[in-house]
DNA sequence: CCTATATAGTTGCAAATGTAACTATATTTA
DNA sequence: TAAATATAGTTACATTTGCAACTATATAGG
């Protein structure tokens, strides 16, 4: 393993470990608070920022990364929770919108506040600003594919 | 929201979907090859480092930042599959060291080309030197703490 | 049109994870 | 030194995930 290769290697654990122990700080903040994951917020809020408040199933998965099973059980969850209901959707008799409820506006109003500090002291702590930037362009670089 | 938290946040969403994008499609490489997961090398890579090829199960918790009891439940799957070796602590009576198996050096060996591929391909790809160089000092500050 | 194939979503089962309780040994302190 | 507290590791139970099979609808090719 060559010099590079070294490099890229520490890289690579490092935003591993970086991105494990961050998620895990703020994940703690949400539950001392007695609110939901990490995860509920990321789905609320691309549906919310949706002129219809309301995104296919499909589309859910795609934009935070998740597999369609687990698409459906999140939605699950959330529906039960009443921040979201499902609709069939019109135009393709497969697919299913799930459509932000306003219990589920003011979930995010309530998780936003503390999300936000959490991330503040766990993650932006001592980052300096060109820092923040290569994040950036390396996640655009990296989804590309 | 300023200007400025507003980065803040498009460089947290990007770390982890990033680390989630990159992951998975690592993760898809070992699997394809019919091996073990990527949580298995790094605990065997940690053990292994050491010059007496043996860890405290605490000490792997903390470097692969995993909670104890599911440290107790992974070395349990390495030891099933002789990657790993159970062994009373002689300097204190509650703690327990793993030993990686000759077997286990040699999953390490075959893990790692297929690993090290991976990581090229879906990560380091189109990343800049100065890029690289961000990730790693960005783990060293949001470490510390 | 009809068959074959692809896509959207759901479900069952096995494996992994989080949480809290538990056992056993160490350390502190009164 | 005895009692109280802390630490290392394990275990039980509930929740979540991964994988493969399944249903239902859409699209493509003959």
Redesign the pocket.
């Known amino acids: 393993m060559n010099k590079k290769e070294q490099k890229i290697f520490r890289a690579w654990i490092a935003l591993i470990r970086t991105n494990q122990a961050a998620l895990?700080n703020v994940?703690?903040c949400l539950?001392k608070e007695g609110l939901?994951?990490l995860?509920w917020y990321d789905v609320l809020l691309e549906i919310n920022r949706e002129t219809d408040k309301c995104l296919?199933?499909?589309?859910?998965?795609q934009r935070v990364l998740?597999?369609?099973?687990?698409?459906?059980?999140?939605?699950?969850?959330l529906e039960k929770a009443k921040l979201v209901v499902?609709k069939k959707?019109p135009?393709?008799?497969?697919?299913?919108?799930?459509y932000i409820t306003h219990k589920g506006q003011n979930m995010l109003k309530r998780m936003w506040p503390i999300y936000r500090e959490a991330v503040k002291t766990h993650f932006a702590q001592n980052l300096e600003e060109h820092e923040i930037n290569a994040l950036i362009t390396i996640y655009e670089k990296i989804k590309i594919k």
């Open positions: 895990d994940e703690d539950k939901p994951p995860g296919r199933l499909q589309d859910i998965g998740l597999s369609k099973n687990n698409v459906t059980r999140l939605i699950d969850r499902r959707c135009e393709d008799g497969r697919g299913v919108f799930a």
